[in-house]
């Protein structure tokens, strides 16, 4: 299978009655990646997709694949291999039959055609379910089936819409890595909407955080959690602490910075931020909580007392549910292991200590 | 004893609870919810359909006398007189055109009705149903007016000064008057189940058919309609069986050629006081009904079983 490139440029979806669902999204999707849409409902994840599809006729914008715009072009010369969130398999014909639509549309001959139906069903591994009916199936089985469905016609991208949506916990994170390993053996490039973030991390090279049309950020995984642009994406992926901050000095990439709550911060790396209004986030599993020595203890930069409101069990991690001397909240997630399994841990109502690492100070520009 | 006193207060409102209860089962049970309906269909259906029905296989005597002996000669007679053969088929024939018809013009407004917005589903579905509320005699006379055949039908009207034709159709008094008249009253009957059907469709079916490759029609083909099929026979049977059994309108906008059993019927028990022969038309026009309900139940059952298979 050849993989294509996938670039969104100026995407723009307004429903009549002026909602603004998708606006001028521009994106690329390199060939044989997976992306994740990810944003929370109605953002306008489902509306990106389908227009992608062809499902949807965009407002303006184009989309271009393999070099080529086919914004204009039917659905059914797209060559698309969707997966729906309720599966949507034909109902009346059975998984052979299911599979076989495709390329029946295709007028792939009857015996290359079950061939590849035997081959798209063996991948899935329902090689011994052709005969059955979709409703005969486990919801798990249907959307393999639907993936036979997709994959089977040689599709130059993959569109998933919540595809897990309907499995429990367990079975949906077997499915990711199933779908993952299939989507990288194949070289498929995917695009995939979703409002899990796990999934999203999981699953995905890139990650593209929608929020109320328009696209926030979009980096690899590992960058949108450590490097969130703004604040909605930080508060989005991951929880997060967040200081309101003024600049007070800087040094190159470094900087001191005083927050609103009187907490003093130590950043070491401003990045690309300009101005003095800014806001600092911190993530919880960066402060560490120390019980307070004495009342008139100093406090220096990245430090900061505040009082335990809750303390939740989380398996192996403890989540401190903290509140500073100005009435901010702020969560601080600390392993059990660390925290000495219960002889040094702080209860509810004990004053403490928190403090971090300057390092862990990421600055958001506010626009 | 003042133990027992309050023990007969505290029991005695909980058993007469415990009856109603009962009475409440016994009186709300279905056979009781159905009772009144099975004995005003016993009287005034069941007796009086199966008494029709015997008088096609009894003798008429001089007097007007119906009884014994008994005889299939009505029903050869039927088979036998080109006549009633004329009229059956054509009453086939109109019915069979105005299912097919209604069919094929209910599916894009079922469709309508059913993926359109609101206002748009309710203006429709005004316009479906708002026949129904107009008598069938009034909606004949109608027709009377606009497909008359002079050049001042409403129709012919139109169509000449618009130069569409320069001669007027003849389409008042023939078969495809009676087509066109009953399609307008039974069309309701086909939309109705037909879009209760499509509604139960998930767009994601017919959108997943798109993607894989299938254009408009073949998803139209593949998907949408063996997935309506339940309820195109609904709407196809229902048609069938009203349309089959008009008299009203063949009477009055239909010509020599397209009457159909109904107004036999009539002929036979009103002007030549048959009733033997009036009850065997009757009676096979039920049973053409019955065939045609039979033909559609064996066609769903069929998918059924194939569903349950394997
Ligand atoms: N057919 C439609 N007509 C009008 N508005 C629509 C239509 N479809 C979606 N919208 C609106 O567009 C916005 C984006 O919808 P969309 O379905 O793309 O959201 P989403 O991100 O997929 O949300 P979810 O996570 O809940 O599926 C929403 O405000 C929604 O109400
Ligand atoms: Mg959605």
Redesign the interface.
């Known amino acids: 299978m050849k993989s294509v490139e996938v670039r969104l440029e100026k995407l723009t979806k307004h429903y009549l009655g002026q909602v603004i669902a998708v606006d001028n999204v521009s994106l690329t999707v390199k060939a044989g990646e997976i992306l994740a849409l990810l944003g929370p409902s109605g953002c306008g994840k489902t509306t990106c997709l389908r227009m992608i599809a062809g499902l949807v006729d965009p407002t303006s914008g184009e989309i271009v694949v393999g070099g080529k715009p086919t914004t204009h072009t039917p659905v059914h010369r797209r060559n698309v291999g969707m997966l729906f969130q309720n599966y949507a398999l034909f109902p009346h014909m059975t998984v052979a039959e299911n599979v076989a639509f495709g390329l029946e549309m295709r007028g792939v001959g009857k015996a290359a055609r079950e061939k590849r139906v035997r081959d798209a069903l063996d991948l899935v591994q329902l090689n011994t379910f052709g005969d059955r009916l979709p409703a005969q199936l486990s919801g798990g089985q249907q959307q393999r089936v639907a993936l036979a469905r997709a994959l089977v016609i040689e599709p130059s991208m993959l569109l998933l819409d919540e595809p897990l949506g309907a499995l429990d916990k367990g079975l949906r994170e077997s499915m990711q890595v199933e779908i993952r390993s299939l989507q990288q053996r194949l070289g498929l490039t995917t695009i995939m909407v979703t409002h899990d973030q796990d999934e999203a991390l999981t699953m995905a090279d890139q990650i593209a955080v929608m929020h109320q049309g328009n696209l926030e950020q979009i980096a690899p995984a590992g960058e949108i959690y450590r490097k969130p642009k703004t604040r909605f994406v930080a508060g989005f992926i991951g929880a997060s602490n967040f200081f309101e901050a003024t600049v007070t000095a800087r040094n190159g990439h470094a900087a001191q910075l005083a927050a609103a709550s009187g907490v003093s911060l130590q950043a070491e790396d401003m990045g690309s931020v300009q101005g003095d209004k800014v806001i600092v986030t911190v993530r919880p599993e960066a402060v560490t909580v120390a019980p307070l020595v004495g009342e008139g203890q100093t406090t220096g930069a990245n430090m900061a007392v505040a009082t335990v409101e809750q303390v939740v069990y989380r398996g192996f991690m403890l989540h401190y549910y903290l509140r500073l001397a100005n009435g901010e909240p702020m969560v601080a997630y600390r392993q059990t292991q660390t925290e000495g399994f219960g002889n040094v841990v702080s209860a509810a109502g004990d004053r403490v200590l928190l403090s971090w690492a300057s390092d862990a100070n990421h600055v958001i520009q506010i626009n | 004893m003042s133990d027992f006193a309050t023990m007969k207060q505290a029991t005695a409102p909980r058993d007469g609870a415990l009856l109603w209860k009962s009475i409440e089962r016994r009186l709300f049970s279905p056979g009781i919810l159905i009772l009144p309906l099975a004995i005003f269909l016993l009287f005034f259906f069941f007796i009086p359909a199966i008494r029709l029905m015997t008088f096609s296989v009894m003798t008429q005597n001089a007097q007007g006398v119906i009884g014994a002996p008994f005889t299939l000669a009505h029903y050869i007679r039927f088979f036998e007189v080109d006549l009633y053969q004329k009229v059956l088929w054509s009453t086939i024939r109109i019915s069979l055109i105005t299912s097919f018809l209604a069919a094929i013009l209910a599916y894009p407004v079922a469709t309508v009705l059913v993926r359109g917005n609101i206002a748009l589903t309710r203006i429709i579905t005004l316009i479906v149903i708002a026949p129904l509320a107009v008598s069938v005699v009034v909606r004949a006379y109608g027709w009377q007016l606009i497909l008359g055949n002079g050049p001042t039908g409403l129709l012919n009207y139109v169509l000449m000064n618009l130069g569409i034709i320069e001669s007027p159709l003849a389409i008042l008094f023939s078969d495809s008057a009676v087509v066109i008249g009953s399609l307008h009253i039974f069309f309701p009957m086909m939309v109705l189940p037909l879009s209760s059907a499509l509604g139960k469709i998930?767009p994601?079916?017919q959108?997943?058919?798109?993607?894989?490759?299938?254009?408009a029609w073949?998803v139209f083909v593949?998907?949408t309609l063996?997935?309506s099929l339940p309820g195109l026979l609904a709407g196809f049977t229902l048609v069938f069986s009203l349309a089959s059994a008009s008299y009203v309108i063949p009477a009055l906008i239909g010509g020599p050629g397209s009457q159909m059993l109904g107004n036999m019927v009539e002929q036979q028990v009103l002007a030549v006081y048959d009733w033997p022969f009036g009850a065997t038309i009757a009676t096979i026009l039920v049973l053409i009904v019955i065939l045609i309900n039979a033909i559609s139940m064996k066609l769903l059952g069929g998918?059924r079983i194939k569903?349950n298979a394997?």
């Open positions: 998930d994601n079916i959108q997943a058919a798109r993607t894989l490759g299938a254009p073949k593949r998907v063996p997935l998918r569903a394997s």
